[in-house]
């Protein structure tokens, strides 16, 4: 059994997608179908891959652009939170919102996570759900016990967390679900972000001055 994850950066706002692969199966999920459908399906092809699972963290625009694209390409279902469906189907106009161009129509779910947390399986790939809104309403973060990581979406970067000037941001919902969902995972935990570079738990805890300014004032 050997995981490998791949991340491409896509799109206008530098989006992290990430691709974990199932190397003895040869089948892969993707988390965040960033923009470029064409992209990730090469990358696929180029691992000898087959995308049979299409995550996504949260639906604004440059987390779910290119789900419509490859769930044609690969035949793959979506998964995404109920929560998340207004901005689903939003998403043409969220291109306004913004300040570019109509976007096109996202792909319909193929199945609506809850806040209960489950483990979503795909050969030897598990993976458990974290309810982390706060950032959007019906964000998930999607972590891997076996390999002592999470994707975290837009809810906690290296140096910094989830912007929550959007409607529906929360920052205190954010904190709470940082301080309740990721940093227990343990601070060897990876984080593998939505955004610039990976980062770890316990980097975090120590270093990141939100998190910090969050704590002094409880």
Same mark, same amino acid.
């Given at each position: 059994?050997?995981?490998?994850?791949?991340?491409?950066?896509?799109?206008?706002? !530098?989006?992290?997608?990430?691709?974990?692969?199932?190397?003895?199966?040869?089948?892969?999920?993707?988390?965040?179908?960033?923009?470029?459908?064409?992209?990730?399906?090469?990358?696929?092809?180029?691992?000898?891959?087959?995308?049979?699972?299409?995550?996504?963290?949260?639906?604004?625009?440059?987390?779910?652009? !290119?789900?419509?694209?490859?769930?044609?390409?690969?035949?793959?279902?979506?998964?995404?939170?109920?929560?998340?469906?207004?901005?689903?189907?939003?998403?043409?106009?969220?291109?306004?919102?913004?300040?570019?161009?109509?976007?096109?129509? !996202?792909?319909?779910?193929?199945?609506?996570?809850?806040?209960?947390?489950?483990?979503?399986?795909?050969?030897?790939?598990?993976?458990?759900?974290?309810?982390?809104?706060?950032?959007?309403?019906?964000?998930?973060?999607?972590?891997?016990?076996?390999?002592?990581?999470?994707?975290?979406?837009?809810?906690?970067?290296?140096?910094?967390?989830?912007?929550?000037?959007?409607?529906?941001?929360?920052?205190?919902?954010?904190?709470?679900?940082?301080?309740?969902?990721?940093?227990?995972?343990?601070?060897?935990?990876?984080?593998?972000?939505?955004?610039?570079?990976?980062?770890?738990?316990?980097?975090?805890?120590?270093?990141?001055?939100?998190?910090?300014?969050?704590?002094?004032?409880?």
């Amino acid at each position: 059994m050997a995981i490998k994850i791949l991340q491409l950066t896509l799109g206008a706002v !530098a989006t992290n997608a990430y691709m974990v692969g199932d190397t003895d199966t040869k089948q892969a999920l993707v988390i965040d179908p960033v923009d470029d459908a064409d992209a990730l399906y090469a990358a696929a092809n180029k691992e000898g891959w087959s995308i049979e699972l299409i995550l996504a963290t949260h639906a604004h625009f440059d987390h779910v652009l !290119a789900s419509k694209g490859l769930k044609e390409l690969t035949g793959a279902p979506f998964y995404i939170h109920e929560e998340c469906v207004p901005w689903l189907e939003q998403l043409p106009s969220q291109g306004r919102m913004f300040g570019l161009p109509p976007f096109p129509e !996202a792909a319909t779910p193929d199945r609506l996570l809850t806040s209960e947390s489950e483990t979503i399986e795909l050969g030897s790939i598990k993976l458990k759900t974290l309810y982390t809104p706060g950032h959007a309403p019906g964000h998930i973060s999607f972590y891997m016990a076996d390999e002592q990581l999470v994707f975290s979406g837009d809810t906690l970067f290296a140096g910094s967390i989830g912007r929550t000037d959007l409607p529906g941001g929360d920052y205190d919902l954010l904190m709470q679900s940082i301080f309740k969902h990721l940093l227990p995972l343990g601070d060897e935990t990876q984080v593998l972000a939505g955004h610039m570079q990976n980062t770890s738990i316990g980097r975090e805890r120590q270093t990141n001055p939100f998190l910090l300014d969050y704590l002094e004032k409880q």
